[in-house]
């Protein structure tokens, strides 16, 4: 298991869709959420994503393939 430090900035199209949602049904990806800011042109979320690696991997590619901009922040948190 670990935990992965990340910032997603959400375009505008992206705001209103449930994209942490699925990550949790889809990945088995569970997201913390530390920090987040949203208003009518941008949204952005700081957060950890927690699961295994390989789920984890697999959601950040998915949610950049969707449009969302994925920032990777600090090291990697193992527990």
Excluded at 4 to 23: A, N
Aim: aromatic content about 6%; glycine content about 10%; charged content about 30%.
């Amino acid at each position: 298991m670990i935990n992965v430090r990340v910032k997603l900035t959400f375009p505008e199209h992206l705001i209103k869709q449930p994209l942490l949602g699925r990550l949790v049904r889809e990945f088995d990806v569970l997201p913390n959420i530390r920090r987040a800011n949203i208003d009518e042109k941008v949204g952005w979320v700081v957060c950890e994503l927690g699961g295994e690696d390989e789920s984890v991997e697999k959601a950040i590619g998915w949610l950049e393939g969707a449009g969302v901009q994925v920032d990777r922040l600090g090291d990697i948190v193992e527990s």
